[in-house]
């Protein structure tokens, strides 16, 4: 989820998030059908074009998506060795496709508007009663907003370790890191009742 | 549900998809990763319960239905939720519920921290790994056209890692029961 | 503003965080200081409902905050750190945020986010990044983002700590001008010594109410 | 101390936060001022090499701040945020978990855990949890964590943020005390006005270099 809002004013931008998000959602039902090698290709260099229309350095582009990269290489790799080879190929223009497009849209669409599609798209669920849809929203739009704090605390700590001389290791840092998190999910929802943002609650 | 309820669901929801950015580790020919995301899976269930660590489970089947990357390696979409991985991802909310419940029987304040620690990491291998990966084995199976037996030998790769990640689950639960104690507040 | 507190006390557990007290405030500007764990917050978080006393009752312009199951709507909270306060990233959206599902149309929220970035000449934050603002930056756009919604009364929690000298000037200038009423915790004196009504808290219990000169000459009292 | 800056910068992409800057720093105490971004922090990281100078260099006791591939051990560090720097969630363990590692028995630990609690006073805290400690008791923890395991030079930043005039005055109190070297960056001028050396940061250079009186006034100055 490195892939988060890129500033500018492409035409990904401009386009309602709406759109982009039912998009992303059909695009991955499409590719997961069809397994016409030439359509998944087209459609692999059309999102290849989307990406590239965000806007952003050729670098850091390549730098984010380097470890999604390697994994679809992988994946590819076992279903080369599994299956025939235009299977394994079909497999990997699918990911690569979805890949570029989930990151294009991610890069273009602020978490405001995914939480107002989010709520949107939830809304009919709303009826059956088991869901609030303007919670789904929030709670979506929270974890994106979470994810990087983690990453932030996650690199804090391990630089008082850095300055106390100690070894990084996974129990010393999860602990401080999820009671710290912890307290500011606690400090957030003060907030969030201070704020009176969920009130159709009370 | 409560704000902070839902607030705490989001951050163990978050939790599991930033340890995603681990990378994920392919052994043999298996299609199903090693991946440090099943322990951010057994923490929910230890820190936040039953409930709670359920619903963080699903935000973030949600987040993946929406074709977001958001699972290790930066996978996302229908290829994740039919995939021969996407019965341990679906099992996942079992396991945390499991692990959550057993959490709060086992566990209380008074216990003296040995029994904390035991108790939690029983929690977690009972949700994490027995009966998670009934789930994942059969679903494996089907998708991947695999014998049962086949894909039961595979999954036995995960068990020294999904072991010590019990351990270290464990390790956090009776540490925050210290440090955070959010216990009494569960249910 | 019409803040009573009849008898209003709240425990954490066995630790009491302030004594049951009596009072009635209805000053446009409100001080209050105190040591560390003196129970300043805690005093706060009862005005708006956050914390709901564990005796007594608090009521705020009429209204018992018992009744109401989230925190009063008409009471702004700055938090101590504001950080934790900003919920979505962008200021912009983050202020509109806190607007939404109060039946405003989207062209209206649009509207009152300009005004109150306007209110702040803060215009250029619109579009920053929360996590990439400064101290003093950051305590602006929580201000713009409480303020927007349109409270009567404004809690700020320690709105200058880590600010340089010049920021701190500026949300002291900010203070001043606010026509809403205001209440303010700080270990910084200065902000509050032009207050007429100055809170002091020892230990959960109120050692002051008197004017700023007063109180804070008491404060050094107990802090020496 | 002698803390070395051969025209040592340090950037973050293309933000400059620190311009390259020749000093020789050896006094037993060093003040550091300036607005909010003006280098401050990533200038005191720079001495313990979290932050590695991106030209120039930066030695510490004739170490190469570069060639260490951690922070250096001897120079200890108080956060600007101390809450990020308690590692284990009791303030003992936490003591103690610095010292592990070390060499020392565990008998020799517990002792230099009781040692630092009492030299501080701070016995009570030993037991504490460190997220529900007030502002001044967690700054104490820190020190404590970071003084236990020795260092010759200890950096502070804004260590009397969020504090009450009784612990800022025991803090100061502290400060005053310490044998270490130490480095102090704050914007409570008091803390530093009687040090002979004052660095006055403004936009990443140095604008002033100075005895605290002098480094002050330029400050308001500059913030006026
Ligand atoms: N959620 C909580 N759980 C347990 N104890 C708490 C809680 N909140 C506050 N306290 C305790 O209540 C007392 C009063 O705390 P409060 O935060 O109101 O102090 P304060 O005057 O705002 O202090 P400071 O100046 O350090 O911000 C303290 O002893 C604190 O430890
Ligand atoms: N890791 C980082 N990445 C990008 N920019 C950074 C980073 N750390 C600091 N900066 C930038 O470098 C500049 C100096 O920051 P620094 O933290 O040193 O300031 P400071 O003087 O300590 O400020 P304050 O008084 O607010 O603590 C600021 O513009 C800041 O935004
Ligand atoms: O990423 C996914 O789509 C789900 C991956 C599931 C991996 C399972 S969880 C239990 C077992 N332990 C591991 O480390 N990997 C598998
Ligand atoms: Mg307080
Ligand atoms: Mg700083």
């Given at each position: 989820?490195?892939?988060?809002?890129?500033?500018?004013?492409?035409?990904?931008?401009?386009?309602?998030?709406?759109?982009?998000?039912?998009?992303?959602?059909?695009?991955?039902?499409?590719?997961?059908?069809?397994?016409?090698?030439?359509?998944?290709?087209?459609?692999?260099?059309?999102?290849?074009?989307?990406?590239?229309?965000?806007?952003?350095?050729?670098?850091?582009?390549?730098?984010?998506?380097?470890?999604?990269?390697?994994?679809?290489?992988?994946?590819?790799?076992?279903?080369?060795?599994?299956?025939?080879?235009?299977?394994?190929?079909?497999?990997?223009?699918?990911?690569?496709?979805?890949?570029?497009?989930?990151?294009?849209?991610?890069?273009?669409?602020?978490?405001?508007?995914?939480?107002?599609?989010?709520?949107?798209?939830?809304?009919?669920?709303?009826?059956?009663?088991?869901?609030?849809?303007?919670?789904?929203?929030?709670?979506?739009?929270?974890?994106?907003?979470?994810?990087?704090?983690?990453i932030a605390r996650y690199h804090a700590i391990s630089e008082a370790h850095a300055a106390r001389g100690l070894k990084v290791r996974p129990t010393t840092i999860l602990t401080p890191l999820i009671i710290l998190t912890l307290r500011d999910a606690d400090n957030v929802a003060a907030a969030i009742d201070a704020r009176g943002i969920r009130r159709h609650v009370s | 549900m409560s704000t902070r309820d839902l607030v705490l669901t989001a951050l163990f929801a978050a939790i599991i998809v930033a340890l995603g950015l681990l990378p994920p580790i392919y052994v043999g020919i298996v299609a199903v990763p090693i991946t440090a995301q099943s322990l951010g899976v057994m923490m929910a269930g230890v820190v936040l319960g039953a409930k709670r660590g359920s619903i963080a489970v699903l935000i973030v089947i949600a987040l993946v239905a929406m074709n977001l990357p958001v699972l290790s390696g930066g996978r996302g979409g229908m290829t994740a939720l039919v995939a021969p991985t996407s019965g341990f991802l679906y099992g996942w909310v079992v396991a945390a519920f499991v692990t959550g419940f057993l959490s709060e029987r086992l566990v209380n304040a008074g216990q003296s921290s040995l029994v904390q620690t035991v108790s939690f990491f029983l929690a977690a291998v009972i949700g994490g790994i027995f009966v998670l990966y009934p789930f994942g084995i059969v679903f494996a199976a089907i998708v991947a056209d695999v014998t049962l037996q086949k894909a039961f030998l595979g999954s036995l790769f995960y068990i020294p890692g999904d072991v010590i990640k019990a351990f270290v689950a464990a390790l956090v639960g009776r540490a925050v029961m210290v440090g955070y104690p959010l216990l009494p507040v569960r249910a | 503003m019409d803040i009573r507190f009849e008898s209003a006390g709240a425990s954490f557990g066995a630790r009491v965080a302030v004594e049951p007290l009596t009072l009635s405030l209805t000053e446009n500007r409100l001080g209050v200081i105190g040591l560390n764990g003196s129970g300043k917050t805690t005093f706060a978080r009862m005005i708006n409902g956050l914390t709901k006393p564990t005796t007594g009752k608090v009521t705020v312009n009429g209204r018992d905050t018992r009744d109401e199951k989230t925190a009063l709507a008409d009471v702004g909270f700055i938090f101590q750190s504001p950080q934790n306060q900003i919920i979505l990233p962008i200021v912009r959206d983050d202020i509109a945020f806190g607007l939404?599902?109060?039946?405003?149309?989207?062209?209206?929220?649009?509207?009152?986010?300009?005004?109150?970035?306007?209110?702040?000449?803060?215009?250029?934050?619109?579009?920053?990044?929360?996590?990439?603002?400064?101290?003093?930056?950051?305590?602006?756009?929580?201000?713009?983002?409480?303020?927007?919604?349109?409270?009567?009364?404004?809690?700020?929690?320690?709105?200058?700590?880590?600010?340089?000298?010049?920021?701190?000037?500026?949300?002291?200038?900010?203070?001043?001008?606010?026509?809403e009423n205001v209440v303010v915790i700080t270990h910084d004196l200065e902000l509050i010594s032009g207050f007429e009504r100055v809170l002091l808290f020892h230990e959960g219990k109120l050692a002051a109410d008197a004017p700023a000169a007063e109180a804070i000459a008491h404060y050094r009292e107990l802090a020496a």
């Open positions: 989820m490195q892939s988060l809002y890129v500033e500018g004013n492409s035409a990904l931008h401009r386009l309602s998030p709406r759109v982009k998000v039912l998009s992303l959602f059909l695009l991955g039902l499409v590719l997961f059908i069809s397994s016409n090698i030439p359509l998944l290709a087209v459609v692999m260099l059309l999102t290849v074009l989307a990406y590239r229309s965000v806007g952003m350095p050729m670098k850091e582009s390549a730098a984010r998506l380097k470890p999604i990269f390697l994994t679809i290489a992988f994946v590819a790799l076992i279903t080369f060795i599994v299956n025939p080879w235009h299977q394994a190929l079909a497999t990997l223009l699918r990911l690569t496709a979805l890949m570029l497009f989930a990151a294009a849209v991610t890069a273009t669409t602020t978490i405001a508007q995914f939480m107002d599609e989010i709520t949107t798209l939830v809304r009919p669920v709303e009826r059956i009663g088991w869901v609030n849809a303007t919670d789904v929203g929030l709670a979506v739009g929270l974890v994106l907003r979470f994810v990087p704090e983690i | - | 939404k599902g109060r039946g405003f149309t989207k062209a209206e929220i649009d509207r009152k986010v300009e005004m109150v970035l306007t209110r702040f000449n803060a215009g250029e934050l619109a579009t920053r990044r929360a996590h990439e603002l400064s101290g003093g930056e950051l305590q602006i756009a929580a201000l713009c983002s409480v303020l927007a919604t349109g409270p009567n009364i404004l809690i700020l929690d320690e709105p200058t700590n880590q600010l340089d000298l010049r920021n701190r000037a500026l949300v002291q200038k900010i203070i001043d001008g606010l026509e």
